[in-house]
């Protein structure tokens, strides 16, 4: 047949999460011939964990923390699609989304975050803002703040879960309330643990910050309740609060629950070194929702951001029919921790930690870089 070259492949992203704007950017430097790309993504916005705290305490805009995918998508010559994935046919090769509509692939990568669980933490469904998923959590807080406007707003805000994620909104919440009031204000963190992430200097670090920023701390003693008038703990005590956050474990979203594809113990999407899911070489998953089972990392945007140029790989010489690389996540990273005061606490590994108003500009300065190649 004249003109007629190989068959066209396509390659089906679900999720805009960290990993696959990273695989986006990848297909726009270096465009691979006969390829189709689809995006399907709930949001045309997805937000960069790392200035979202920022955000919230007042350091940037709210279009500087967003990577623009419609954008992205135009770049790497992906058609995006703006819908749901709620069902994945992995026998039949397709991806059933909430519209009705499905889609078939060739090779399928997921990266579609998690989910909170909050069915430990009687009420925080009805009376608190959960953080996860990201891509919610900003609607969430405009409906929160916006709603008990009045009076001047949330003066007293707790938040349950004393995880990475729950630290840097307690500072963030805090410098907030500080721009926006002059008379008292009232945070405080629930259930503060020991997280393995942080190393013991940080920690002594943090637990300063917070005592000088008058966050109130309540350690080793979990929520399990929220009402509308704040957090009832494990030891009977009551937090008063106007607002709750939590940001407290999360699990996989339904569809991947649902899936016929290999997890972990805790339901996450079991991967090899080259992100392939352990049963199915046709489906990659990246980013929190994934689990590499010989190297299990911690739920955190910088391994997201990691996979992201190793997947792009994998991705394109999956499509290629080569082989593909082995990745190896590295045991531990950077840590950078904004206290919303202009100052931030940044540690790496069991022993080096450090704190200061470098460390913020240090932050920001990441940050910027990493966003700027999305502009
Ligand atoms: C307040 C807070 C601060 C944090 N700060 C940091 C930090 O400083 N550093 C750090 O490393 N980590 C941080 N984290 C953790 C970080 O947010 C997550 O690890 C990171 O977002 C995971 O990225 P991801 O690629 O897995 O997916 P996500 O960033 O969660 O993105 C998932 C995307 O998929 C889309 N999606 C979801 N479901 C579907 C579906 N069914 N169909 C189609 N699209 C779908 C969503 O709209 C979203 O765009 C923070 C978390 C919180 C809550």
């Known amino acids: 047949m004249p003109g007629a070259g190989p068959p066209q492949k396509h390659l089906l992203l679900v999720g805009g999460g960290h990993a696959h704007v990273l695989v986006l950017d990848a297909f726009a430097r270096k465009p691979e011939p006969d390829l189709e790309i689809t995006l399907v993504t709930k949001a045309g916005l997805t937000p960069y964990s790392g200035m979202l705290p920022g955000h919230l305490a007042g350091a940037y805009r709210r279009e500087e923390i967003h990577i623009d995918l419609e954008r992205l998508a135009r770049r790497s010559g992906a058609r995006l699609i703006r819908d749901e994935a709620v069902r994945f046919d992995t026998r039949a090769r397709r991806v059933c989304l909430r519209s009705g509509r499905a889609l078939p692939y060739d090779v399928l990568s997921i990266d579609i975050g998690i989910t909170p669980d909050l ?9 608190a803002l959960a953080v996860k998923p990201i891509g919610d959590l900003l609607e969430g807080w405009d409906r929160l703040v916006a709603d008990r ?12 879960g004393g995880g990475v994620a729950g630290i840097c909104l307690a500072f963030a919440v805090s410098a907030f309330l500080r721009a926006r009031t002059a008379e008292p204000v009232q945070v405080a963190l629930v259930g503060a643990s020991a997280s393995p992430e942080i190393n013991a200097g940080m920690r002594r670090r943090i637990a300063k910050a917070l005592t000088r920023l008058g966050i109130g701390v309540h350690e080793g003693d979990p929520a399990v309740a929220v009402d509308p008038g704040g957090v009832r703990l494990a030891s009977g005590g009551h937090v008063p609060a106007d607002a709750v956050l939590v940001a407290t474990r999360a699990g996989p979203p339904p569809s991947i629950r649902d899936a016929a594809l290999a997890k972990d113990r805790d339901g996450f999407l079991a991967v090899g070194p080259t992100l392939q899911s352990l049963d199915d070489e046709a489906v990659f998953a990246a980013g929190d929702c994934a689990a590499m089972v010989a190297h299990p990392r911690p739920k955190a945007g910088v391994f997201a951001v990691r996979q992201g140029p190793v997947l792009a790989r994998n991705l394109r010489r999956a499509l290629r029919g080569e082989a593909l690389e082995a990745y190896v996540p590295q045991r531990d990273h950077l840590m950078l921790i904004a206290t919303g005061d202009g100052r931030a606490i940044g540690g790496r590994g069991r022993f080096i930690a450090f704190e200061g108003r470098l460390a913020w500009r240090l932050k920001d300065w990441l940050d910027r870089r990493f966003m700027r190649r999305f502009a």
């Open 149 to 160: 406007a009045g009076a001047g707003g949330p003066r007293r805000f707790a938040v349950v």
């Open 119 to 127: 069915s430990e933490i009687a009420g925080a469904a009805e009376h």
